[in-house]
Every structure is written in structure tokens, then in C-alpha cells.
């Protein structure tokens, strides 16, 4: 199952990895009930989050953004793979992958459960700040979680290390520009794609809740490694992205994850494309 969207010259089809499930116990800064309320959860706080991830074709270039969980996290989760050969796009096809960060949700999926790339010609296109935090050797002063993190992170990676472009602000490959965002993690990046009106913000995890942080954008979650500056990173790239008017593609949004947002009050409105 994929839908197909039109930006400018650009066909983009969003893919669901699957469904996971959280809850507004992850929320930092609002009251459970406000937060149960917005997002609809029951009274326990329950929440499915969808994992959302998009395909384009430009230049004889197929570019996948962000991997899915593969098998490794819930049982609703790792549909991307038959999802992307089911329209056609059988893996050895995929030529580049994006990743917004490198979290369980968004990376896990590019190894199967040997460790073996399920993605065997593709490029990994990274945020070199978000590469070398995770790739970095541990000094015994990280949380437990970033130290799991880094050893799951060497799994997904090591069979792309040939064949990982590490990138920094202002690089173009394939139409795609990294604008670094960190909070989340060190270095979560927005990807713009495409040019002028025409392009589209893929923003990974800016937004965990968007039924909370898009008309909420200062409300944080314990998700983010760093909250005050995944705060920062969001609220200045739902500015940018208002002014421009662009479209976003969110990897938690309302599946199948594009839209646009408009300003209302102190926060902004997510309508679906
Ligand atoms: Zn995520």
C-alpha cells in the first residue's frame, strides 16, 4: 500500500512501516488529561503512533527516507519492505537512503536479523554530526540507553559503512539538503527535498505527538535526548516551514504523513495534503 503525492515536479509516495504503540506518559509539560484529551488516548494514556516513510524517484535515482523498525520492536511494525514490493520497489532498487536520525523506529529496519543490509546498492545519506555520535566509542560517561543505542546502531550501520555519505549543511545529493534540527537526538536533520515552492521538508521526529506539539510546538517528550533543544530545533523549523509554505512529510504525523501547516495562536495546524 503506498499513496502518491505531487510536489512541483517531484512524485512522492509515503509507505507505512506499521503502527506503534506509546503512550502520554512521554509527554513532558502538559497534564495526562490535556494530553489524553488532544490526542484522543484513553484513560491509561494509550497511544498508536504511526511510522510513517516516503519514496521518490529523480534522476535515475530511487531515495528511500528512513528504514522502518524491521522485526525488532513490535509486532505491528516492519511492514515497510513489503510495503516498498508491493509498488514495485524491491530493495535491490533502492539506490539511497535518508535518515533523519539513527533511532530503533528509523534505522533498525536496514538490517535483516542476520545483520545483513536488506538494502544491498543503497547509500546511506546522514548528518555527519548524527553519524559520528552513535559510531563514536563509548568513554563510560554515556546513559545506558545512548550505550544500547550505540551497539544496536553498529548493527544497522556496519554493513553500509562502504557506502555512507556523511553530510553537512548546504550539501546537495540528489536534491536533498540536510538542515540539522538536534534535540531528539544529537543530530536529527530535516531534510529539504526538491527546489523553491516545489520542495518538501522531510522533518523525522520534530514531532512525536502531533495531535500535542504542532498546536503545542513547546511541549517536549521524553523521547528527545536533549528536550530544551529539540524545543528550539521545532519551533524554529515550524517557522521556517509556515513562512515557506512548504510541505512536510512526518515520519509520527496522521499516516500516510504529508501536510502543511498554518499558524493559529501560539502553535500552528497540521492539514493533510
Ligand atoms: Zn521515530
New binding site residues.
Partial sequence: MSQVFQIGELELKAFSDGI?KTTTDFVLGMEAAKANALTGASDDGAVF?P?NNFLFQKDGATVLIDAGAGDTMQATLGRLPGNLRAAGHAPETITHIILT?I?S??ANGLVDASGAALYPKAEILVHAQEFDFWMADNDGSESEKIRRQRARNRINLTPYLDRVRRMREGEVVVGCTPMLAPGHSPGHTCWRIGTGRNAFVAW??LV?FSDIQVSHPDVAVK?DLDPDLARRSRLRMLDMVANEGLAVAG??VAAPGLGYLSRKGTGYIYDPA
Fill in positions: 506503534l503512533l511510522v536520525h533511532h523506529d528509523h523525522g521526529d512525536h523521547y515520519a509520527h
